[in-house]
């Protein structure tokens, strides 16, 4: 079946540092990959999202690549802020056997970032 | 546009009690999911809904766990009796075809039960 790996956290920069959380994924097909970020007692928020192979996804100084021949989707930020400590959840959406669409999360990895 | 509604936020419960959560998809959202998210994990699927028929319920555990939807809109997901590791955050989310082919989904802000 589908899955989602990432890489395990927590990942803690200080303000302005340089971010990447790496996100590997295998699938049967030829899936959707999204970014979610999910703050303290919230649900989870689409940050970006890639749908075929070379597109680059962008959100908020957020990016990612959709990258077949390595099935990577890192997240990067060149510049982080106190604001961007959340959770964030690699995923990908995939036609299943059954004809309906299947979306599967990596881990998550917790990002903190220091004043 | 208004978003995923669910109630309540948070629920505490003794072990063997039954509860129940609720969720509004987004109008004209034909998909809506169930997500069990244990601290520390990603969203784990448990039913998936398209209109008002299941299409994935492979991860519900069907002897405690039970949900519908009625007429294609609302969703109610019940636990009966719960027990300690049913302690999580139930996440309900809808999702509408794009223009591009892909489906996005949009989340509520959750429900988190605690079974003491």
């Known amino acids: 079946g589908d899955s989602v790996t990432q890489m395990e956290g927590p990942v803690t920069l200080s303000e302005e540092a340089f971010l990447t959380i790496n996100c590997t994924y295998t699938?049967?097909?030829?899936?959707?990959l999204f970014w979610y970020v999910q703050y303290p007692g919230e649900g989870l928020q689409l940050l970006l999202k890639?749908?075929?192979?070379?597109d680059k996804g962008s959100n908020k100084g957020f990016e990612a690549t959709y990258r077949k021949e390595t099935t990577s989707f890192h997240l990067e930020k060149g510049s982080v802020q106190v604001s961007d400590s959340a959770v964030y959840f690699c995923?990908?959406?995939?036609?299943?056997?059954?004809?309906?669409?299947?979306?599967?999360f990596g881990t998550g990895t917790k990002l903190q970032v220091i004043p | 546009e208004a978003g995923v509604a669910q109630s309540p936020r948070y629920k505490i419960i003794e072990k063997r009690q039954s509860v129940a959560f609720w969720c509004n998809p987004i109008?004209?959202?034909?998909?809506l999911y169930w997500y069990q998210q244990i601290l520390g994990q990603g969203p784990k699927l448990l039913i998936q809904?398209?209109?008002?028929?299941?299409?994935?319920d492979s991860q519900l555990p069907k002897d405690r766990f039970s949900a519908e939807r009625l007429k294609g809109v609302d969703s109610t997901l019940k636990i009966q009796p719960a027990k300690l590791e049913d302690s999580a955050v139930y996440l309900c989310?809808?999702?509408?075809?794009?223009?591009?082919?892909?489906?996005?989904?949009?989340f509520g802000p959750g429900t988190r039960l605690t079974v003491t």
């Open positions: 989310a809808s999702s509408l075809r794009t223009g591009q082919g892909y489906y996005e989904q949009y």
């Open positions: 699938a049967t097909g030829y899936p959707s």
């Open positions: 890639a749908t075929k192979a070379d």
């Open positions: 995923a990908l959406s995939d036609l299943s056997s059954g004809g309906y669409q299947k979306v599967t």
């Open positions: 109008s004209g959202h034909a998909t």
């Open positions: 809904f398209q209109n008002n028929g299941v299409v994935d």
